[in-house]
């Protein structure tokens, strides 16, 4: 893939607002693999009731229709808004999937522990904590992405992007440190469990995800760390990176995808089955339904329906928990 290949126009007609001439065809696969991948998370979240899968579900989208919009300048570079919308879109949505990581990981706690704590924490409450950690990461990336982006209407405006880019950077470098925060807290979840002999039920569905969560972390410290060395050099069209769509294709784009299908694969509500995979919330309407979930000849129609409306139930419950 090179920058001038297969475009309507010429690479010095383009426009101003995009550093490098997007590929279309390269673009427009990147959207139909996150737009696949996030309507199997829908599906998933429905068939297992999960309703905090919400969150993956709009990274998803995020990176879709980032895509999409890319896919769209690749033919029209005069338009600012498709190159404005899908560099918030793309730089942002990997904190939805940072986010769904850390609520997978505190239900894995909750489910395995018979306390449901590492380091004498509970699983509810590193589920908020790690939460609130990753919305500070997004405002810093996305304030500072803003403050850079108006700096050009200051009147001091070397001064405001330098504000912008530090914010920027203070971001993703926060990022980094929570990050390996919580890969010292999965380590010792896992001492604990072979400690304490945790919940013995899909013990290798249980090691599987955890190898996931793993795998995923290490794409998005590579993610991460490719957009500090990114915008550590600046953010004009003349520095290498940014002028060179490669790099954000296969450090950004291509392990966020990687990350979006291992989820499908281990998906949670496949591994963490019962109300114990959701921090035992939804009991009572659980075993409402338990004898009634069974599709049979003749009742398919009430199976999806008390799937759709479980589904509802908990994800109700999620937003509840996000208000406090």
Known sequence: MTPDTGFSVPRDEFGPFWPFHPSFETNLCI??????????????????????????????????????????GSQNGTVPVYYIISSVLFNLAPLWINAFLYMMAARLIYYCLPDHKVFNIHAT?????????????????AGGGAVMQKSGESDEPENMWKLGHGIYIFGCAAQLCFLALFAVLMVAFRRKVNQEGGSAEGTRRVIFLEAVIYVILLL???????????????????NPIISNENYAIFLDAVPMIVAFFLLNAGHPGI??????????????????????????????????????????????????????
């Open 271 to 324: 591994v963490m089955r019962g109300v114990d995979g959701n921090f035992g919330r939804g009991k009572e309407k659980h075993e409402l339904l338990q004898d009634e979930d069974r599709p049979t000849s003749g009742s398919r129609l009430v199976w999806l329906r008390n799937n759709l409306e479980e589904w509802r139930y908990n994800y109700d419950l999620e937003l509840r928990d996000l208000r406090r």
């Open 220 to 238: 998005i410290t590579v993610r991460v760390t490719y957009r500090l060395i990114e915008f550590g050099q600046g953010t004009g069209h003349d």
């Open 31 to 72: 959207a139909a693999l996150f737009g696949l991948s996030t309507g199997i998370h829908v599906l998933q979240a429905i068939l297992h009731r999960t309703g905090f899968c919400w969150v993956i579900v709009m990274g998803g989208l995020w990176e879709t229709f980032a895509f999409v919009l890319r896919t769209l």
């Open 125 to 141: 409450t590193l589920a908020k904590t790690f939460v609130c950690l990753d919305i500070v990461c997004f405002l810093g990336q």
